[in-house]
């Protein structure tokens, strides 16, 4: 079956830290790109962070510069997202997919996970 499971959310205090996990099975996450999200309540979309299938080169959102990690383990089929210095304003269901960008109607051919709940308390 082909699918990615976000694992690692949590409630957690401002200034705490959390990593999130995105582990594929049925396919091979390290021949994608892979890609972050999150959405609060009543708000858009925003992706976080991205990491290239190609060269492992990646990219942040401004908002989380400096204190999200992204990276990937290819012998485990897994991505990450380190979360440190964690702000109420980061509390959101975080989603990673098989892209860097957020489509409003989903490509057929991304994978998404089921999203995990992040809530920073103050």
């Known amino acids: 079956q082909v699918q990615l499971v976000e694992s690692g959310g949590g409630v957690v205090q401002s200034g705490g830290s959390l990593r999130l996990s995105c582990a594929a099975s049925g396919f091979a996450l390290y021949a994608y790109s892979v890609g972050w999200f999150r959405q609060a309540p009543g708000k858009e979309p925003e992706g976080v962070s991205c990491i290239s299938f190609n060269d492992g080169s990646t990219s942040y959102a401004d908002s989380v510069k400096g204190r999200f990690t992204i990276s990937r383990d290819n012998a485990k089929n897994t991505a990450?997202?380190?979360?440190?210095?964690?702000?109420?304003?980061?509390?959101?269901?975080?989603?990673?997919?098989?892209?860097?960008?957020?489509?409003?109607?989903?490509?057929?051919?991304?994978?998404?996970?089921?999203?995990?709940?992040?809530?920073?308390?103050?």
Do not use: I
């Open 80 to 122: 990450y997202l380190q979360m440190n210095g964690l702000k109420p304003e980061d509390t959101a269901v975080y989603y990673c997919a098989t892209t860097c960008t957020y489509y409003q109607t989903r490509r057929p051919y991304d994978f998404w996970g089921q999203g995990t709940q992040v809530t920073v308390s103050s």
